[in-house]
C-alpha cells in the first residue's frame, strides 16, 4: 500500500490557463476530499466523493473548478482559467468512510499561478 | 471557511521540554484527529480520537478528547528537534457532513 498518491507534486502556470490535478487514493477507501491550503492556514474543506458520487462542495468552490471521481478511484480536480488567487496547496485525502473513520492525506499539489 | 481555533498559534520550546496545545470549536465533535506536517508536505495522521473523554497515546504524543466534545488536547512529551513542524486538529461535527474541518495549527519550533 503506497498511500495516496498525488500529481504532479508541483504546478507552475499563467493566468487565464487550465490546470487538472490527479489524486489516487488508499485502494480501499470509499471516501476521497480535495482540501486547499495556503501559506499559514490550515487546510480547507473543497469537496468530497462517497464513491463515484459528489455528496458535497464548499462555497470555495467557484464555477471554475471542477472535481471528479468517474469510476470511484481516482480523482482530478480541474482549474479553468486560473486567477493569481488559485495559488496554493491543493490536497487530497481518503478515508474508509463513516465518522469513526480516520483521513489520509497525500503529499499534496503546489500550484503557483504567474 | 470554518475553522477550528487552536492555542498556541506558536511556541518556543527547548529539545526535552514537554508540550501542550488545545484545539476549541463552538459546535460538538463526533472525532477529533490531529495531523503533523512538515512544509511542502501534506499533514501525517499522529492520533484519532472518537468518544468524549477518551485518552489516547502514540508514543511520546498523548491526546484527549474533551469531555464537552468541543475541544480536544494534544502533549508531546521530551520534545526532541523532529518535532519541529505546524500540528492541525481536525473533526467531524455532529451535524451529520462527513467533510473535516481543520483548526488553524500549531507552530512548534525545539531548540536544541
Known amino acids: 500500500d503506497t498511500g495516496v498518491s498525488q500529481d504532479p507534486r508541483h504546478k507552475i502556470t499563467k493566468r487565464g490557463q487550465n490546470v487538472t490535478f490527479r489524486c489516487d487514493p488508499i485502494?480501499?477507501?470509499?471516501?476521497l476530499y480535495w482540501y486547499r491550503q495556503t501559506l499559514g492556514q490550515g487546510p480547507e474543506f473543497l469537496t468530497y466523493?462517497?464513491?463515484?458520487?459528489?455528496?458535497?462542495k464548499s462555497r470555495l468552490l467557484s464555477d471554475r473548478f471542477s472535481a471528479e471521481r468517474p469510476k470511484g478511484s481516482f480523482s482530478t480536480l480541474e482549474i479553468q482559467r486560473t486567477e493569481q488567487g488559485d495559488s496554493a496547496m491543493y490536497l487530497c485525502?481518503?478515508?474508509?468512510?463513516?465518522?469513526?473513520?480516520?483521513?489520509?492525506f497525500g503529499q499534496g499539489t503546489r500550484l503557483t499561478v504567474v | 471557511g470554518q475553522q477550528l481555533n487552536q492555542s498556541p498559534q506558536s511556541m518556543f520550546i527547548q529539545e526535552g521540554e514537554d508540550v501542550s496545545m488545545n484545539c476549541t470549536s463552538s459546535?460538538?465533535?463526533?472525532?477529533w484527529l490531529w495531523y503533523k506536517q512538515d512544509p511542502g508536505e501534506g499533514p501525517v495522521l499522529l492520533i484519532a480520537?472518537?468518544?468524549?473523554?477518551e485518552l489516547t497515546s502514540n508514543g511520546r504524543l498523548t491526546a484527549q478528547f474533551g469531555i464537552t466534545r468541543k475541544d480536544s488536547f494534544l502533549n508531546i512529551s521530551a520534545s526532541i528537534p523532529s518535532d519541529v513542524g505546524i500540528y492541525f486538529c481536525?473533526?467531524?461535527?455532529?451535524?451529520?457532513?462527513?467533510?473535516?474541518?481543520f483548526g488553524t495549527g500549531t507552530r512548534l519550533k525545539v531548540l536544541a
Open positions: 485525502a481518503s478515508s474508509l468512510g463513516g465518522f469513526g473513520t480516520e483521513a489520509f
Open positions: 485502494s480501499e477507501h470509499n471516501r
Open positions: 466523493f462517497q464513491n463515484e458520487a459528489q455528496l458535497e
Open positions: 459546535s460538538i465533535f463526533n472525532t
Open positions: 480520537l472518537y468518544k468524549a473523554g
Open positions: 481536525a473533526g467531524h461535527t455532529a451535524s451529520g457532513t462527513y467533510k473535516y474541518i
